[in-house]
């Protein structure tokens, strides 16, 4: 079988259909998402949270990502396959492309994502002039929470939802294929994804993106420490694991995940 397209991901955008994507970072966890029909595995530099047990995704390397990314694509034959590239490793274009050629040739990615707004610009036009495809990352973007301060709702105002806007719109005209919006308002985040031609995953920006995206651990309950306000344990309420995926994957695709509850204003 082969695997999820973007092509295919531009299609669902375009019929009104909601995308689902979840992290994953070994072989076995990917393969039970791949069996639900989840249609994006994002092996997220989260893991530098959950696997590692780090209190950031700072110390996460480019070898850790590719070690993960092989063990998902092993596990995994139909989702499309997404990898972070990790802090500082994207710092200029130049150490991008090399990162990204290693992420995609060693660790078999699909796709690259990376965190940021229009300084990245030159960065996504030159992986995508080189065929390497990009998903860019705007919100709470992690890899920043020192610069941030801490992992706060970002957008709220009007500077910095009118900055989200441009950084959109910039990053889909360097060449980026999808976008990932953390932790928004749902107000905004409908705006940006009726703005983009590119499908917008949201994860804490509401129900009206054109897709959903979960840490798995905070899913199914088990994440360190307190689970973001965002997310929902599918599994407390369904009790199997197998059975909490597709809980999310049905709930995203009838448009009950995120509720209010689980959406900032
Ligand atoms: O690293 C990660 O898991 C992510 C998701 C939160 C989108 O970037």
Not at 84 to 102: G, H, K, N
Not at 191 to 198: G, M, N, V
Not at 203 to 231: N, W
């Amino acid at each position: 079988m082969s695997r999820r397209t973007l092509t295919h991901l531009h299609k669902l955008k375009a019929k009104g259909e909601k995308i689902t994507c979840l992290t994953a970072y070994d072989a076995s966890f990917a393969r039970l998402i791949d069996q639900a029909g989840i249609d994006i595995l994002l092996v997220g530099d989260s893991l530098g949270m959950v696997i590692q047990g780090h209190d950031s995704t700072l110390p996460v390397t480019v070898d850790d990502m590719i070690y993960h990314c092989q063990q998902v694509g092993r596990g995994s034959d139909q989702a499309l396959l997404i990898v972070d590239m990790p802090f500082m490793s994207y710092a200029t274009p130049r150490t991008a492309f090399e990162s990204a050629a290693r992420l995609m040739g060693d660790g078999q990615a699909q796709m690259v994502k990376l965190e940021g707004g229009d300084w990245l610009t030159e960065t996504v036009q030159m992986l995508t002039e080189r065929g390497i495809p990009v998903c860019a990352h705007l919100g709470l973007t992690p890899q920043s929470i020192h610069q941030l301060g801490g992992y706060r709702v970002q957008g709220r105002t009007d500077i910095g939802a009118e900055c989200l806007r441009d950084d959109a719109v910039a990053l889909q005209s360097a060449g980026a294929s999808l976008l990932i919006l953390e932790c928004v308002p749902g107000n905004l985040a409908t705006e940006i994804t009726a703005l983009l031609d590119i499908p917008v995953i949201g994860i804490g920006a509401g129900v009206e993106c054109d897709g959903q995206v979960l840490v798995l651990y905070d899913l199914l309950g088990i994440t360190p420490g307190k689970r973001p306000s965002f997310s929902k344990d599918f599994l407390q309420e369904t009790g199997s694991i197998p059975a909490a995926i597709e809980a999310f994957s049905s709930a995203v695709k009838n448009g009950t995940f995120p509720g209010p509850e689980q959406t900032f204003e």
